[in-house]
């Protein structure tokens, strides 16, 4: 499976923001970010200025980037919200939102989405019951996850659920340490997504 290698910290230098990639520690003063508020690179402090399509580009690399999706999963999760009814932005970031990898996330269970993405592959969770290691899989509204019961006394994932009390979740997602099970009670709306993110110029650029 393909998946980018390099420092994820040069990705939050060159969209000029934070992306959250290393959980806990870009809220600190280790935040590249913090560090060095330019793009890397031998020509990072010099002045850029986009055309349109630059524009259109660096927005939908921060999308990719922020989910941890390639250009070709991604080029399809587009194609798939253009056909379903609704603003095709919109339902771009609704079926993002609603990755396996992105809800663990989102639900307080890993630092980051890069976390979440490992647990996932590892088998720490189960989706209705049945073993899930897809971080791309597409939740639906009332599913359940709970922690794979041969797992649920590992290190990343009880520390989680004994923190998870002190997180404030999405509104279309719930989760009970005590029975430690999280559920999927809606669909993410636009509102739901606290992101820096104008889903209308990615609609442009693949529009062109």
């Not at 060159?14 to 590249?32: F, M, P, V």
């Not at 019951?129 to 990343?156: A, H």
């Not at 279309?172 to 993110?197: C, E, H």
């Amino acid at each position: 499976m393909a998946r980018y290698r390099g420092s994820v910290c040069r990705l939050c230098r060159r969209e000029g923001i934070k992306l959250y990639l290393k959980g806990s520690r870009c809220e600190t003063a280790k935040c590249a970010i913090e560090k060095r508020a330019y793009p890397p690179g031998q020509h990072g402090q010099g002045r850029t200025k986009f055309s349109e399509y630059g524009v259109q580009l660096r927005e939908k690399q921060k999308v990719k980037r922020i989910y941890g999706v390639l250009e070709k999963p991604f080029r399809n999760y587009f194609f798939a919200a253009d056909k379903k009814k609704g603003v095709t932005g919109e339902n771009l970031l609704q079926n993002l939102e609603l990755r396996f990898d992105n809800v663990i996330y989102r639900m307080g269970l890993a630092p980051s989405r890069n976390a979440a993405r490992q647990l996932v592959r590892h088998k720490h969770f189960t989706v209705n019951g049945k073993k899930m290691d897809v971080p791309s899989y597409i939740l639906k509204q009332g599913d359940i996850i709970t922690p794979n019961p041969n797992k649920s006394k590992k290190k990343p994932v009880n520390e989680a659920i004994v923190n998870i009390k002190e997180k404030t979740l999405p509104e279309w997602l719930s989760f009970d340490a005590d029975s430690k099970q999280g559920i999927v009670q809606g669909m993410p709306t636009r509102d739901d997504v606290k992101l820096p993110i104008e889903e209308q110029l990615i609609v442009e650029l693949y529009s062109r």
